[in-house]
């Protein structure tokens, strides 16, 4: 079986990028959001890292918190919390909210 | 009862379960030195879906040396590289 | 395409056709930004956690940053006892100072004259949140995952830092439940500064073991 996508020891790679942003309030609030879920033994981090392992190859090459989002969005369909459907009905009431 | 014990030679169980692990590619395989017990921890194999990762299972640090890794290493022949692996993963090889 | 497609096989900017309820010049982060929020609201409102629960969670993490973790480093430097307490129970020692450790458990790794310790989590990013805050994006890059257990000092080079070629490198790929701080080597020159002089030279590069401190 060959290496998977998120078990990147030994992979080529180029250089590092050193320079920083500051993550943004929406990073931060998914990151507070999963540590709420995780307090309550809602949502393990074993089990958002395995949903970020699993992403197709597309998916989990976005950056760091856009992957994030798009596995806790399946993990959470997977444990009948919530669905991918419902979310993005969701994005457009906000959406809607905003442009009004 | 500990399985392994502190300067124990062991061999990380060249093995390719899919799913989820915690045992890097890279280490697959190779063989290093228990460095020491880090405790007893729930299975993350098993939390990853769902189950309660119980009964616990024991980790270890395991020290490799960088040569065993990697055949082109670049640096000294002492560098190397520490992780940490359950005992499920391991195997103690002979003195 | 649906926006469900859309989210799930990732995106082009190339189509002309509107996705519902994102329009095609929505970037990237403002997508994200929508999607984290109405995640957030649909689990409040189902109840599955509080409003109150990610304020509280948000907060902690506002009041985790490098500058406490370096306290951690002075107080080692200068209070020996404590040092040997750190180096034999990592979790235990930052306990002293407030610092919770969850789950994980801390390894506190000494670079000596001999020794230079750095920090990678290969699969993923793991890291001593609690005591250093968020990651920085080098971290959980794909270069540094892959690189830092492979070739260590070029990437240490990268980072300005050169070791001696005689001098041990120790990578530490934080795989599982130990999460590492690297206690960086006191500097020349710095002998009897005050804790706090001594930590405002403790980056958190230095704590992650890319960089030195420099006095």
């Given at each position: 079986?060959?290496?998977r996508?998120?078990?990147?020891?030994?992979?080529?790679?180029?250089?590092?990028?050193?320079?920083?942003?500051?993550?943004?309030?929406?990073?931060?609030?998914?990151?507070?959001?999963?540590a709420?879920?995780?307090?309550?033994?809602?949502?393990?981090?074993?089990?958002?890292?395995?949903?970020?392992?699993?992403?197709?190859?597309?998916v989990?090459?976005?950056?760091?918190f856009?992957?994030?989002?798009?596995?806790?969005?399946?993990?959470?369909?997977?444990?009948?919390?919530?669905?991918?459907e419902?979310?993005?009905?969701?994005?457009?009431?906000?959406?809607?909210?905003?442009?009004? | 009862?500990?399985?392994?014990?502190?300067?124990?030679?062991?061999?990380?169980?060249?093995?390719?379960?899919?799913?989820?692990?915690?045992?890097?590619y890279?280490?697959?395989?190779?063989?290093?030195?228990?460095?020491?017990?880090?405790?007893?921890?729930?299975?993350?194999?098993?939390?990853?879906?769902?189950?309660?990762?119980?009964?616990?299972?024991?980790?270890?640090?395991?020290?490799?040396?960088?040569?065993?890794?990697?055949?082109d290493?670049?640096?000294?022949?002492?560098?190397?590289?520490?992780?940490?692996?359950?005992?499920h993963?391991l195997?103690?090889?002979?003195? | 395409?649906?926006?469900?497609?859309?989210?799930?096989?990732?995106?082009?900017?190339?189509?002309?056709?509107?996705?519902?309820?994102?329009?095609?010049?929505?970037?990237e982060?403002?997508?994200?930004?929508?999607?984290?929020?109405?995640?957030k609201?649909?689990?409040?409102?189902?109840?599955?956690?509080?409003?109150?629960?990610?304020?509280?969670?948000?907060?902690?993490?506002?009041s985790?940053?490098?500058?406490?973790?370096?306290?951690?480093?002075?107080?080692?430097?200068?209070?020996?006892?404590?040092?040997?307490?750190?180096?034999?129970?990592?979790?235990?020692?930052?306990?002293?100072?407030?610092?919770?450790?969850?789950?994980?458990?801390?390894?506190?790794?000494?670079?000596?004259?001999?020794?230079?310790?750095?920090?990678?989590?290969?699969?993923?990013?793991?890291?001593?949140?609690?005591?250093?805050?968020?990651?920085?994006?080098?971290?959980?890059?794909?270069?540094?995952?892959?690189?830092?257990?492979?070739?260590?000092?070029?990437?240490?080079?990268?980072?300005?830092?050169?070791?001696?070629?005689?001098?041990?490198?120790?990578?530490?790929?934080?795989?599982?439940?130990?999460?590492?701080?690297?206690?960086?080597?006191?500097?020349?020159?710095?002998?009897?500064?005050s804790?706090?002089?001594?930590?405002?030279?403790?980056?958190?590069?230095a704590?992650?073991?890319?960089?030195?401190?420099?006095?």
């Amino acid at each position: 079986m060959s290496q998977r996508q998120h078990d990147m020891g030994g992979m080529q790679a180029g250089p590092i990028e050193s320079d920083e942003h500051a993550a943004e309030p929406w990073a931060k609030m998914i990151t507070s959001l999963a540590a709420a879920m995780r307090d309550h033994d809602i949502m393990r981090i074993d089990e958002l890292r395995r949903a970020l392992e699993d992403l197709p190859e597309d998916v989990y090459s976005k950056d760091y918190f856009e992957r994030w989002s798009e596995a806790m969005v399946n993990l959470l369909e997977e444990k009948g919390l919530l669905t991918r459907e419902e979310v993005m009905g969701k994005m457009d009431a906000l959406k809607a909210q905003l442009e009004g | 009862m500990m399985m392994f014990s502190v300067g124990d030679r062991v061999r990380i169980k060249d093995s390719h379960p899919p799913g989820h692990r915690r045992t890097p590619y890279y280490v697959r395989g190779k063989t290093g030195v228990v460095e020491r017990y880090c405790g007893d921890f729930k299975n993350p194999e098993e939390l990853a879906y769902g189950f309660d990762g119980t009964p616990k299972r024991e980790l270890y640090r395991v020290r490799i040396t960088q040569t065993e890794l990697w055949p082109d290493y670049e640096g000294s022949d002492s560098d190397t590289l520490d992780l940490e692996i359950y005992d499920h993963w391991l195997e103690k090889i002979g003195e | 395409m649906t926006t469900d497609e859309r989210g799930a096989h990732g995106h082009d900017h190339d189509h002309d056709h509107d996705h519902p309820g994102t329009t095609p010049d929505v970037n990237e982060t403002g997508y994200y930004e929508l999607m984290a929020e109405a995640m957030k609201e649909l689990l409040i409102e189902k109840g599955v956690v509080s409003a109150d629960d990610v304020r509280r969670n948000l907060e902690f993490l506002d009041s985790r940053d490098p500058a406490e973790g370096a306290k951690i480093i002075a107080r080692a430097w200068t209070d020996p006892a404590f040092k040997k307490r750190l180096l034999e129970d990592g979790t235990k020692a930052v306990g002293e100072m407030g610092f919770p450790m969850g789950d994980a458990e801390l390894i506190v790794v000494e670079n000596t004259k001999d020794v230079h310790n750095m920090i990678v989590c290969t699969l993923c990013s793991c890291y001593p949140r609690t005591i250093l805050g968020l990651p920085p994006d080098w971290y959980k890059s794909k270069s540094y995952r892959a690189r830092a257990v492979v070739e260590p000092r070029s990437v240490l080079k990268e980072f300005g830092t050169e070791l001696p070629g005689d001098k041990t490198v120790r990578v530490h790929d934080s795989n599982a439940d130990m999460r590492y701080l690297v206690l960086p080597e006191q500097p020349a020159g710095t002998e009897g500064w005050s804790e706090e002089q001594l930590a405002a030279i403790v980056t958190r590069d230095a704590m992650v073991g890319v960089t030195l401190p420099q006095a």
